[in-house]
């Protein structure tokens, strides 16, 4: 539904509070004491049936009827059966935005409440009123002095913005947060979400300056596209954190099911939640510590760990539990060694971690410390303190603060005990250095600083070009074979063999036949020796057997010398498929080369569909006897070869692989081909609900396919937008200049920093409103790895040089779209710019965005001629120095896109 009318809910002038009493227990009552209580500047009016002349002094009313004006929010807090009554009377006088605190609307085992969700839903689709709920928890808005929810202690100023589902661990959390003086920018839950989703509220809270991080809590994931679309925005400005939890399939409170192929859900959203570049804690009372230590965290952050400590006792618990999480511990330089030697007595060891005296010197402390800083190799600096006879704690730490002011890199604490440290913690909670009770809780804010910086990588990965072999006929012949199936059809195994092979993928030789008759002719034409597949029914279909590998019936005959091996074979299959699957025919046989596998290596992948993430690939172990669904390993498509990368290197299979290879590089670059090459398979047919392929290692950095089972389905795109390359076009310019025209992709990252490298100062002045010359791998990278869905570039280039870029940023709902145009000094007169703008004017116009606007500097008389010449119309802001400039550019549908748009 987007972010229309969702300013009511945050910042409304006026609240009617539907079902206000001050009756005991009343959750209307509740409502208006905490508005009165937090001095909420608008008006406020109670409405009950009861016919009370006041509520908490407030004049009362008994009927929505009795308005006199239009409140720009109304909180229902009424029986769940008069909610849709409620809402319809509230449509009919122009409200705009409701909130439905009611509960037992959304319990799915309450069937006397379904003939109110079902009305509510009714009443959703019949009119334009946005609705937050049922069973929600409310708004606090403390900057606003908004309190419009039922929560039981007062909520904090700060910058922290949190959405949840649950509004009774929302409670909870809120309790915990005032006695630990966390303020907050807003918090509210979604309950059931029939209207206001979680993707509305992150797009619309992103969009306040004052926010500076997200704490999202999760129990499930509805309308999976939607918010990793809004994630990802999101991730790309603010510190974006999530619990989810639910995490077993087992669990009598999941309701959603797990994708077939896969042991756990939970490791799909995993992934999804690292491709939205957002960081996954994995319990409530570690999001706050998490928030703490990453906004604590220093420029110079990085992966490779020192410790220092004053006893052996506590670095080994700070080792084992790094050990446990997978933390990387730095490897001191010789350099640094040699120095420690001259600061340490010769019985103290010039190993990570260094190992102090009890009674810690803080001169002592600050010169370890100091040397670790300075060491190339360490990125980052733990340091664990006890308490004891002969040493200070506060002089330590004095001293440790004054060693953090001089160095980038990030420095974590550990003063363990209590009454002794206290003062010490307070001095470092004053410096911003992040300080823990003990090293466990250290460690694990730790790795979930380097785990974020995995995540935003991830997010802003600027991979390389990889070209995959593919038949032109690729769609084609996917076209024909959709043609043939209807959903939920398996493929039989010669169609199954014919697409991979036309995107490349290298297959055993084999025959499918359906008859015994065949053997014969089949045996002539496919070299032995060969495997006998039996293929019935089930066994036709991905992801056909459970859990247990033990379990499974192998239909597969191998080391057939002869033809008359064939029909004895083929008659014991048989028999054991009737016994073990009475109610699934035989249909078929595949008579194939058999091949060994290179150190019996066996792997499988394929493609997976999840009912709100859409497809999925995943890799990892295979064979018949190994156990695949352990070792099987996730990821979103579209892949590069460096995501392929980390596919591949998260599963079992390639640490064994890794150990047993010559050339572990090679080994790589072929599975990434593939990888990459399955990407666009889920990408260019969307139709395929399912596709498992098992492969054999043959040689070093050769494999082959010798196993192959799919689906169809209907249709369901990619949860991240592909590439889109459709958009793809030409321009000839007067000069008789040949410019490709297309959408930026991440791999232009070189080119675009050349571009920048090659305009004058006046031009980049122009464009950035401020003179600059450099731009940094992170700008670059955020430049180029964008959010199809939110943002649009295109480039021009010639002869794989890049002369010039239009990019446009586009609300969430498509009203406005701000565009910004750039061109090569050396282009003046080629029209590349009146080009680029015509071709983003087409995209937005094409895709149904309302307006399209910009600000130019007054003395950049170029693009305000070209904009005059486009039939924008201008207004001049003497206040900001600028000229704002828009153009409409498809009609307005709804009233409310009129307060929407760009003012001019």
Not at 188 to 212: C, F, N
Not at 379 to 387: G, S
Not at 534 to 560: D, I, K, M
Not at 798 to 817: C, F, H, K, S
Request: proline share 6%; net charge neutral.
């Amino acid at each position: 539904m987007g972010t229309r009318s969702l300013e009511h809910f945050f910042n409304p002038k006026s609240i009617a509070v539907i079902g206000a009493s001050e009756r005991e227990g009343s959750l209307g009552g509740a409502i208006v004491r905490n508005l009165l209580d937090n001095h909420f500047g608008g008006d406020i009016i109670p409405i009950n049936s009861r016919g009370y002349d006041s509520v908490f002094g407030l004049n009362a009313l008994s009927r929505i009827s009795q308005l006199t004006f239009t409140p720009e929010l109304a909180i229902i807090c009424t029986p769940a059966e008069t909610v849709p009554k409620i809402l319809k009377q509230l449509h009919q006088l122009g409200v705009a935005a409701a909130m439905v605190l009611t509960g037992g609307i959304a319990r799915a085992r309450s069937w006397q409440f379904r003939p109110s969700s079902e009305r509510l839903e009714q009443m959703i689709a019949q009119t334009r009123m946005r609705i937050l709920g049922p069973d929600c928890l409310g708004v606090i808005v403390p900057g606003r002095q908004l309190n419009a929810s039922f929560l039981h202690v007062p909520v904090r100023k700060g910058s922290i913005a949190y959405i949840g589902q649950s509004g009774t661990l929302a409670s909870s959390v809120m309790d915990w947060a005032y006695s630990r003086n966390i303020g907050f920018s807003h918090v509210l839950t979604l309950g059931k979400s029939q209207d206001v989703s979680l993707a509305d509220i992150i797009d619309y809270i992103v969009q306040e300056p004052h926010v500076r991080t997200l704490l999202i809590q999760l129990d499930e994931i509805g309308s999976g596209k939607a918010l990793l679309r809004a994630l990802r925005a999101a991730s790309r400005h603010k510190l974006v954190l999530a619990v989810k939890s639910n995490r077993f399939a087992d669990s009598p409170l999941n309701r959603i099911p797990t994708p077939k192929g896969l042991i756990s859900r939970d490791q799909l959203i995993d992934e999804t939640l690292a491709r939205a570049g957002v960081l996954r804690v994995s319990a409530t009372d570690e999001l706050f510590d998490c928030v703490d230590a990453l906004s604590r965290r220093r420029e110079g952050f990085g992966p490779r760990l020192a410790m220092i400590a004053n006893g052996r006792g506590p670095a080994i618990l700070g080792l084992d539990r790094l050990r446990h999480d997978k933390g990387k511990l730095a490897e001191l330089s010789d350099e640094t060694r040699t120095h420690l030697r001259g600061l340490l007595p010769e019985y103290v060891r010039t190993d990570n971690p260094v190992l102090l005296n009890p009674e810690l010197n803080p001169k002592q402390l600050a010169a370890v410390t100091t040397t670790l800083l300075r060491d190339r190799q360490v990125d980052a600096v733990l340091v664990i303190y006890i308490p004891s006879l002969g040493s200070d704690a506060l002089a330590n730490a004095e001293e440790l603060v004054r060693v953090a002011k001089n160095s980038n890199k990030t420095i974590l604490t550990s003063w363990m005990g209590e009454y002794s440290v206290e003062r010490a913690r307070e001095l470092f909670d004053r410096h911003a250095i992040p300080t823990f009770d003990t090293p466990d809780n250290a460690i694990k804010s730790y790795m979930y600083m380097v785990q974020h910086q995995r995540t935003q990588d991830l997010l802003r990965e600027t991979p390389q070009s990889l070209e995959i072999p593919m038949s032109s006929a690729c769609r084609e012949l996917g076209e024909e074979i959709r043609s043939h199936h209807r959903p939920g059809d398996f493929l039989p195994p010669n169609d199954a063999w014919r697409l991979l092979e036309a995107y490349g993928f290298p297959y055993a030789e084999s025959r499918f036949f359906r008859s015994r008759k065949e053997f014969q002719a089949m045996a002539e034409q496919v070299p032995g020796p060969w495997v006998l597949r039996v293929h019935h029914q089930r066994y036709l279909y991905p992801f056909a057997y459970g859990a247990n590998p033990r379990e499974r019936l192998r239909s597969v005959a191998r080391e057939l010398h002869t033809v008359e091996d064939i029909a004895p074979a083929a008659d014991r299959l048989e028999a054991k498929i009737h016994e073990t699957f009475p109610d699934s025919p035989v249909l078929g046989y595949t008579l194939q080369t058999m091949h060994r596998a290179m150190d019996n290596l066996q792997f499988s992948f394929g493609i997976g569909r999840d009912s709100e993430l859409g497809p999925y690939l995943f890799f990892g172990g295979g064979g018949t006897t190994a156990d695949i669904l352990s070792d099987r390993q996730v990821a979103l498509p579209p892949l590069n070869a460096n995501l392929a990368k980390q596919l591949i290197k998260r599963s079992h299979f390639y640490q064994v692989l890794r150990e047993r290879s010559e050339d572990i590089k090679r080994e790589l670059v072929t599975l990434e081909r593939w990888l990459v090459a399955l990407s666009h398979i889920a990408l260019n047919h969307p139709w395929l609900s399912g596709l498992e392929v098992n492969a054999i290692r043959q040689q070093v950095g050769r494999y082959l396919a010798i196993g192959v089972a799919a689906e169809t389905g209907v249709s369901i795109k990619s949860a991240i937008q592909p590439y889109p390359l459709e958009l793809e076009t030409h321009y000839t310019s007067p000069n008789e200049h040949r410019y490709v025209m297309r959408p930026i992709r991440a791999e232009d990252e070189p080119a675009l920093e050349s571009f920048y490298q090659r305009l004058s100062p006046e031009s980049l002045r122009l464009r950035f409103f401020s003179a600059r010359r450099q731009f940094d791998h992170k700008e670059l990278a955020r430049f180029t790895q964008i959010d199809y869905d939110r943002e649009m570039a295109f480039v021009a280039l010639r002869e794989q040089a890049l002369y010039g870029v239009v990019r446009v940023w586009i609300d969430p709902d498509d009203v406005t779209a701000e565009f910004a145009v750039i061109i090569d000094d050396n282009c003046r007169g080629e029209g590349l710019g009146r080009a680029l703008m015509d071709t983003i004017i087409d995209y937005l116009t094409q895709r149904g965005v309302l307006q399209i606007y910009g600000t130019v500097l007054p003395h950049n008389r170029g693009m305000l001629s070209l904009a005059e010449r486009l039939g924008f119309s201008r207004r001049n802001n003497p206040e900001e120095g600028v000229v704002e400039v828009g153009k409409l550019l498809n009609p307005l549908k709804y009233s409310w896109q009129r307060k929407r748009m760009y003012p001019l």
